[in-house]
């Protein structure tokens, strides 16, 4: 399986920011995942990212809030955008490998918005 | 629509003792994937093991063991001689098959079941 870099691994926001997560996968991939996990939570599922075209967001999930890019097949991006204390979770990137029909995830970036 | 519960919020065992994490799963597909996570203190998720939907056989790997049963849509989860460091959050997941019916392989968690063992 692919290699998946997360970063960054947590930050500390103030209210009202944006931040940017990056995921790196070291092999092209077709499929990719941005999950939430609130503290306490299971994963829930932002959106999947597929190369060359737009996200797609699951309910109560919506482009303004998580923008998502995916440039390449090796990489791509969440944003949380006009944070708020409720923003605070874990956020993991996640590929999908067609051969081994197994999903990879990254080490996910801890965020806690003050 | 897909779902998966897993209706143990939390178990508490002994160290030694066996224990098993249940999990019922919903689905139309009738190709689809059962997959088990644990997420230990650290935060990392650590693969266990992946099921798909026409191998019903149960599987050992060491201490851990696997009961796959279509016939109650369940794919529970046996840890024996539990040890502290098996003290983690686990994940029953489920992915219906990539490309039928538009599906795009996402992976559909539980709620979790935080096992704790105690020494």
């Known amino acids: 399986s692919a290699v998946i870099s997360q970063k960054p691994s947590r930050d500390i926001c103030q209210r009202g920011t944006s931040l940017t997560i990056q995921c790196q996968v070291d092999?092209?991939?077709?499929?990719m995942f941005w999950y939430r996990q609130q503290p306490g939570q299971s994963l829930t599922l932002i959106a999947t990212?597929?190369?060359?075209?737009?996200?797609?967001?699951e309910s109560g999930f919506v482009i303004d809030k998580f923008p998502i890019s995916r440039p390449n097949l090796t990489f791509s991006t969440l944003t949380v955008s006009n944070m708020s204390p409720e923003d605070s979770s874990i956020y993991l990137c996640?590929?999908?490998?067609?051969?081994?029909?197994?999903?990879?995830f990254g080490s996910g970036t801890r965020l806690t918005v003050v | 629509a897909q779902k998966v519960t897993q209706a143990q919020t939390e178990i508490s065992v002994v160290e030694k003792e066996d224990v098993t994490l249940d999990c019922v799963y919903e689905t139309r597909d009738t190709t689809y994937y059962l997959f088990w996570y644990k997420q230990p203190p650290s935060g990392e998720l650590v693969f266990l093991i992946r099921?798909?939907?026409?191998?019903?056989q149960n599987e050992i790997s060491g201490r851990y063991s696997w009961n796959f049963q279509k016939s109650t849509s369940s794919f529970n989860f046996t840890i024996t001689a539990s040890q502290v460091v098996d003290s983690a959050v686990y994940f029953c997941?489920?992915?219906?098959?990539?490309?039928?019916?538009?599906?795009?392989?996402?992976?559909?968690f539980g709620q979790g079941t935080t096992l704790q063992v105690k020494p």
């Open positions: 997941a489920l992915s219906e098959a990539v490309g039928g019916s538009g599906n795009t392989g996402k992976l559909i």
């Open positions: 996640s590929y999908f490998d067609r051969l081994n029909y197994g999903y990879t």
């Open positions: 990212a597929n190369q060359g075209s737009e996200a797609t967001y």
């Open positions: 092999s092209q991939v077709t499929m």
């Open positions: 099921r798909n939907s026409f191998d019903e």
